[in-house]
């Protein structure tokens, strides 16, 4: 099967492997995390990477490599270095081992099992050696139909190897997934009002969202994650102006308002070109967070130009302006936005936006969105249960409420993976196909 960059892409954005039971929450912020992570070369007996060598040389790379797009780079500068993955075995990468079993089908509960006993075998234990797992396989015989796929949360990636290296925008994404991101949706809700609006597509306002690895996580993401703590995150209480610092940039400040919206939420972020990410971002956004689950929020867009990382419209132009939602009484309203910051009002049970002033001399102090404790990896994990939780934070894999496929259809399927059960929710990402909204154990 071939396929181009942009459609592997795509197809990674539209595959991730639920885990049945309570998902984990936030981690904590306080002491920067070091995940260790092995990568391992798989290969089965009836396919064969073309390229071994090339393979060998790029997997090091891609994973660890000092180059701003390898995940350990990416991840450590989209968390404020709170957060990168480092290699589990000094080699950084095992491999390829040799599985006694056909690619035919896509068989990855199988290649996740196998692959797990051949590292017992060799005395690596799942969570002392080695907290993640990514496997990474020739995708000429499996018919897989993705580039990769992901344990939502958990400790296992896939890597369906097209070619010679999958590339960041293919691992950062389903590592994003492992840290309990699920795909991100937009909500189109023209003139800025919050009871009418409709779900259409990905946000490309994050990796997570066909955005790519130049657009980082978004704000209800870092939220989830933990990565905007000490007031960077703050929840707002009181109608006022408050200002906001750029989501990536450098220095302190707040990154982000967190305001109720009945028994959703609705963040606020300001985006501005900063290090290696948002370029092409910027201006303030908003997003819809279903029931305090941050890792499936959905952008609000209140624009018909249907931006996105593919075609040449203005950084700022899904950017906001003013939103409305009567039902919650609760307004917003920009009142500027440039050069690495924004002043936003906030109008809260009603207030009138007019009535509140533009430019106090004091902000009103929200407040501070508290982190949770870092959850552990299940004491089950070497078992392939693929689940780690500390039971906080709900968490599904779809970000709005409507994403369906071009044909309506979307396919859920038991996995067995290492002797534990999941779910595999399947579907073509929001570049190729859209999906629908399930309920999952």
């Known amino acids: 099967m071939k396929t181009s960059a942009l ?20 981690a904590h912020a306080a002491a920067p995390v070091k ?34 797009d390898s995940a350990a780079s990416f991840l450590s500068e989209v968390s404020r270095g709170q957060y990168t993955v480092v290699p589990a075995v000094q080699e950084q990468f095992l491999g390829p081992i040799k599985l006694d079993l056909s690619a035919a089908g896509c068989p990855q509960g199988k290649i996740n099992q196998m692959t797990r006993e051949e590292l017992t075998k060799r005395g690596l234990v799942a969570g002392k050696d080695y907290e ?19 344990t939502l949360p958990g400790p296992t990636t896939w890597i369906n190897l097209y070619g010679t290296a999958s590339g960041i925008d293919v691992v950062g994404h389903e590592l994003g997934h492992n840290l309990g991101f699920g795909h991100q949706g937009r909500f189109l ?7 009418a609006c409709k779900s259409d597509g990905g946000s490309s306002k994050t990796i997570m969202g066909g955005g790519g690895w130049a657009s980082g996580f978004s704000a209800p ?3 989830r994650a933990g990565w905007l703590s000490g007031g960077a995150s703050l929840k707002v209480t009181k109608s006022g102006v408050y200002t906001l610092r750029s989501l990536h940039g450098k220095g302190s400040g707040t990154r982000a308002l967190d305001i109720a919206l009945g028994g959703d939420r609705l963040v606020i972020e300001y985006r501005h070109a900063a290090g290696n990410f948002d370029a092409k971002i910027e201006g303030v956004h908003a997003y819809r967070v279903p029931k305090g689950s941050y890792g499936a929020s959905s952008l609000i867009d209140t624009t018909t130009e249907n931006k996105t990382v593919a075609n040449n419209a203005p950084s700022n132009t899904d950017a906001i302006t003013k939103l ?16 690495g910051q924004a002043k936003v009002k906030v109008a809260l049970n009603g207030d009138s936006l007019a009535a509140i002033d533009a430019s106090p001399s004091t902000s009103p102090t929200p407040t501070p969105s508290a982190a ?10 070497s078992a392939g249960t693929e689940a780690e939780t500390d039971g906080s934070e709900p968490v599904t894999d779809f970000g709005s409420a409507d994403l369906t496929s071009a044909d309506g259809r979307s396919t859920t399927m ?3 993976a290492g002797g534990g059960a999941a779910l595999l929710a399947a579907g073509l990402g929001f570049l190729l196909l859209k999906r629908r909204r399930g309920k999952h154990a």
């Open 7 to 26: 459609g592997r892409i795509a197809l990674a954005t539209g595959i991730a492997v639920l885990t049945a039971g309570v998902l984990p929450g936030p």
């Open 35 to 68: 995940r260790k992570i092995l990568p391992v070369m798989v290969e089965f007996n009836d396919a064969s990477f073309q390229f071994p060598d090339k393979v060998k040389a790029s997997t090091p790379d891609t994973y660890f490599g000092a180059k701003s």
């Open 132 to 150: 993640s797992l990514s496997i990474v396989f020739p995708a000429q015989k499996t018919e897989c139909p993705w580039a990769g796929l992901a």
């Open 189 to 195: 809700c023209t003139g800025g009002n919050l009871g």
């Open 221 to 223: 993401e870092l939220i």
């Open 324 to 339: 409305t939602d009567k039902a919650n009484k609760v307004s917003v309203a920009v009142v500027s936005s440039g050069g």
């Open 372 to 381: 949770t404790p870092t959850p552990t990896p299940s004491a089950s994990a």
């Open 414 to 416: 038991p996995l067995v």
